[in-house]
């Protein structure tokens, strides 16, 4: 299963999940980056993504927990068969 994971380990949109090679993983991560580098909310471009054991992780800081879901959303419509991990700090 593909999950959205927070960091206090909630679960959301769960779906199927597949076997994905090395390049197809890199393709989501440079897909999720471009997507985020061309948001029109200035916080989410500067933020990291990276993928590792089929994660697909975001890092970096940004003023609310509204963007850090919206940087969470931006992103999963690429992230194929990758978890969502969300471990962007939310800065007051």
Known sequence: MQCVI???SALYHCRQ??????????E???AASALLAK????ELR??????????L???GKVR???HKQLAQEAVLPVAGSLQVVNHVDVRN
């Open 46 to 55: 500067s933020l990291r993504v990276d993928e590792d054991a089929n994660e």
């Open 6 to 8: 927070f960091d206090y």
């Open 39 to 42: 948001s029109s909310v200035q």
């Open 64 to 66: 609310s927990f509204y």
């Open 17 to 26: 999940n597949s076997f994905m090679t090395t390049m197809q993983a890199q």
């Open 28 to 30: 989501i991560v440079t």
């Open 57 to 59: 992780r975001l890092r």
